[in-house]
């Protein structure tokens, strides 16, 4: 692949066009050139119309308070250098990336980031550069011109002098970005101030008057929203109601846009470009994200190739949960809800986006528990024969850890010397009870494998059914579990897998009327999910990885652990303890 020949339907589609249709329309074209245009496209070049957007260092001059990227930055890792970040521009490009933004921190303290945009240019795609301004003085203009930048953001928080330099943490920056921003205008520079908006500013003139700073400055003014991330992860109150969004539309027009140029009217549609698939970042690290804003990796730029991992994030279960349709995914309480306990890990992040896990509420399962060998048991049988030959349990000691109901315990583990099930909820632990009342060698026990002690071992085999997707801490329960095995023990672990192609639906059916007759799983399905809602909501809560992720979030932990597909839907993980 010619990675010298410009990309001259990339350059069109993402300046030209973009520019020249602005609002609705501009919203429509987008959408439908994300929805249609580029999947078809990237069936022969994975990356087309995309735009990198680089975190080239975390290092920065401003401390501000509302900063999303800082607290990401670690001074131990190593940054990537210039030649790695030119191998990334060169693999974008070869993968038909339609632009490099460059981000930070703050981008020009790298002495060579001219270099950088040349080679973009050099390469065909579009260039584009956000900065606090303070070392963009009217030779580093020229320089970027020189270089062929297409389009710089400047930040400004606030049109008040003194207001603005608190925000940033440093004295001088108000004076510093009206003067960047004069600079590139002068070098004819396609030029935008770059602020945000709060409820405050929404309301007090705060906004207002920062949109007519930039009008009189000459340049079009960028908003975004106030997002849930970096300093404000924790911050409830950041978020915006429909009111404030309105606000916000109101003040849209042709040289006031919300995030992409194409939100330039109250009507256009908002658009997430991580969601839509138009962008991705990459961290100084060489972590590949959705966005710089959402700390999850997919994978590492410095040890697997770009397209690799764009590929496993767009086919990730997180990926499709992201929501472009009003605001940044990281301000929705749903988003928020299901990933938020991979998002809060402690450490500075990213984190591993295999290790998503699924909301696990006892009380849900409480309510739940008497019901759910009619509404679910029954479905799960697909795995007993499995877990016979797996866990081979006649005369053994076996651990059942998210038993349920203990149903499929009693049918499989039967013969086992000790059976030992356990349960983080109340409910069900008491239904196992009644379930394994007779078996003389069985305990049920009530505990949660995140936080509690597990009982004394050692166990043979250690089984977890639909069980460790919902557990936030895999590393730390599975460490747990691992001491309780006897040497040569067996680990199993079986996950449903999201991201499955349509066919394979058929051999979970398949292998289902191998175990029910037509009519009975018909009735169950029909019961579980029309009769009954509780599946329906339980299932639209639910978060599964992919068998790529799914092998991915073991690999570390389990060393030497076989994973392997069944019944075409289920990921299943066989692990023995040396």
């Not at 001259?8 to 609002?23: A, T």
């Not at 940044?328 to 450490?347: A, H, I, Q, W, Y």
């Not at 059942?400 to 013969?415: K, L, N, P, Q, S």
Request: aromatic share 8%; charged share 25%; with cysteine.
């Amino acid at each position: 692949m010619n990675t010298e020949r410009p990309s001259s339907l990339n350059r069109f589609i993402k300046k030209s066009l973009g520019g020249l249709l602005s609002g609705p329309a501009g919203a429509a074209l987008a959408r439908f050139y994300s929805l249609k245009v580029q999947p078809a496209a990237r069936r022969w070049r994975p990356l087309f119309g995309v735009t990198v957007m680089a975190g080239v260092t975390y290092k920065c001059q401003c401390r501000c308070v509302h900063c999303g990227t800082s607290p990401y930055g670690d001074p131990a890792k190593p940054e990537l250098t210039e030649d790695e970040m030119l191998a990334l521009i060169r693999q974008a490009a070869a993968l038909g990336a339609g632009g490099f933004y460059f981000f930070g921190g703050e981008p020009l303290l790298l002495p060579w980031l001219p270099g950088l945009v040349r080679e973009v240019r050099r390469l065909g795609m579009v260039a584009t550069l956000d900065t606090n301004g303070l070392l963009l003085n009217r030779s580093m203009a020229a320089r970027l011109r020189e270089a062929g930048l297409d389009r710089i953001g400047v930040s400004l928080d606030s049109a008040d002098e003194a207001e603005h330099d608190r925000l940033r943490g440093r004295p001088g920056t108000f004076r510093a970005a009206l003067d960047a921003m004069g600079f590139c205008r002068d070098e004819g520079m396609d030029v935008s101030l770059s602020t945000y908006a709060t409820k405050e500013s929404l309301r007090d003139g705060g906004l207002d008057r920062v949109i007519a700073l930039g009008r009189g400055l000459g340049v079009r003014t960028r908003v975004l929203s106030s997002l849930r991330a970096g300093k404000w992860l924790e911050r409830t109150d950041v978020p915006f109601g429909e009111d404030d969004i309105e606000l916000l539309r109101s003040r849209l027009a042709p040289d006031v846009y919300w995030e992409t140029l194409s939100v330039s009217s109250p009507r256009a549609s908002f658009v997430c470009g991580c969601s839509a698939r138009t962008h991705f970042y990459v961290s100084p690290y060489g972590e590949v994200q959705a966005c710089c804003y959402v700390p999850l990796s997919f994978g590492n730029v410095r040890t697997e190739p770009l397209g690799k991992i764009a590929r496993r994030m767009w086919g990730s279960a997180m990926f499709s949960a992201l929501d472009s349709r009003t605001d940044c995914p990281m301000n929705s309480p749903k988003f928020l809800e299901t990933f938020g306990g991979v998002l809060s890990r402690p450490g500075p992040g990213p984190h591993p986006a295999e290790l998503t896990s699924s909301p696990n509420d006892p009380a849900e399962w409480d309510a739940w528990a008497q019901d759910y060998g009619s509404d679910v048991d029954w479905v799960e049988e697909i795995h007993n024969s499995d877990l016979l030959e797996l866990a081979a349990p006649a005369g053994r000691r076996i651990l059942d850890i998210g038993c349920g109901t203990a149903r499929r315990a009693r049918a499989v583990f039967a013969g086992a010397a000790r059976l030992t099930a356990v349960d983080s909820s109340r409910g069900m632990a008491a239904v196992a009870r009644g379930v394994l009342k007779d078996l003389k060698q069985a305990e049920v026990l009530e505990l949660d494998i995140e936080k509690d002690e597990l009982p004394p071992g050692p166990f043979d085999a250690a089984v977890a059914v639909s069980t460790m997707h919902h557990i936030r801490d895999a590393e730390g329960a599975l460490a747990r579990i691992k001491e309780r095995l006897a040497p040569g023990g067996v680990l199993i672990i079986v996950d449903a897998l999201a991201g499955n192609p349509p066919l394979t639906a058929l051999k979970y059916y398949r292998d289902m009327l191998g175990l029910h007759n037509p009519f009975r799983l018909a009735l169950g399905f029909f019961r579980a999910f029309f009769l009954d809602t509780r599946v329906a909501r339980h299932k639209a809560r639910e978060v599964h990885l992919t068998f790529d992720e799914f092998s991915r979030r073991y690999a570390a932990i389990l060393p030497g652990a076989k994973t392997g597909v069944r019944h075409g839907i289920f990921g299943y993980l066989v692990w023995r303890k040396p």
